[in-house]
């Protein structure tokens, strides 16, 4: 079974990341492992044996809170709880805490809530961004608002480069929920012709998916982040899914217009970002 790591820091904010996790187990098998990143701080004057009984008290103080805190969303939910567990693990930096812990255990995908709106540089908030522009493990970013409900639509975004992979990719995560794939791009004057027989033969790859396909025409003037806002208000898809490259700001990749750095976004769907294949 495919396993996700869902990260919580006990904030309210951070239900909807358990929440979209456990509503995506409930579709399809996934092994989930609630994950809290912590660190204890103890007076440099006590002895060694003091510190390390601390410790010991404040640790168990630690996964008590997150074996509730689990349980909790759970009985909201009204789910019984399957193949999950509880994790915390200690380290001054929650980030790379987080990528060790999933890589060392092979965990398939990284679950976060985001923090809501605000500043371009504030999208998904510091440790998501952080996130998807570092980890080797596909990252999903959920709205602090998101609400729990079944996953029946996704929309890709996709600039057309390596689309038989991708959409292998994208097959690989659908299939199993059961969910209708719509493949959205955005063409340009500048952008070579676009050959509809390359798309056709891509997508009969994966034709044991629902697939739609959606070509629109980029309006310099706006943000490609406004655009994909538009599509997301228009189709109003479950969540949406996208490739990113690493090495490159994730704001760069994203935001192409001048004005784009004054436009603000709340994601209003969970976003799963994939590595550039």
């Given amino acids: ?5 869902v990260t919580t820091d006990f904030s309210a904010g951070s239900k909807a990341g358990l929440r979209f996790a456990i509503q995506l187990a ?3 098998k996934f092994v989930l492992t609630f994950f809290h990143s912590y660190n204890i701080m103890s007076p440099t004057a ?8 601390y410790e010991t008290t404040e640790t168990e103080k630690i996964q008590q809170k997150l074996d509730v805190f689990v349980q909790k969303v759970y009985q909201e939910l009204g789910v019984q709880p399957e193949h999950c567990q509880c994790v915390i693990k200690s380290s001054v930096f929650a980030q790379s805490n987080i990528m060790d812990y999933a890589a060392e255990n092979h965990i398939d ?3 976060i809530s985001t923090r809501g709106a605000g500043k371009l540089q504030r999208l998904l908030g510091t440790n998501t961004a952080n996130l998807i522009n570092n980890s080797e493990i596909p990252v999903i970013a ?3 608002t998101y609400k729990s409900k079944k996953i029946t639509s996704i929309l890709y975004a996709s600039d057309l ?3 038989d992979k991708e959409l292998e990719i994208v097959a690989a995560f659908a299939k199993p929920i059961n969910a209708e794939v719509q493949l959205l791009h955005f063409s340009t004057f500048l952008e070579t012709h676009i050959d509809p027989k390359k798309i056709e033969q891509a997508t009969k790859k994966s034709d044991h998916l629902h697939m739609k396909l959606d070509i ?4 310099p003037a706006e943000s490609l982040v406004s655009q994909i806002e538009a599509a997301i208000t228009r189709t109003k898809p479950s ?11 994730l704001f760069e990749k994203l935001f192409l217009s001048s004005k784009s750095a004054e436009y603000s976004y709340d994601p209003a769907v969970p976003v799963l970002v994939f590595n550039k294949v």
């Fill in 46 to 53: 006590w002895t060694a044996a003091r510190i390390k009984d």
């Fill in 1 to 5: 079974m495919k396993k996700i790591l």
């Fill in 142 to 144: 959920v709205p602090y």
């Fill in 161 to 163: 480069t390596n689309l």
């Fill in 109 to 111: 995908f990284i679950c």
């Fill in 26 to 28: 409930s579709q399809s």
């Fill in 216 to 219: 629109k025409f980029f309006e």
């Fill in 239 to 249: 969540m949406l899914v996208m490739f990113t490259e690493h090495h490159r700001s």
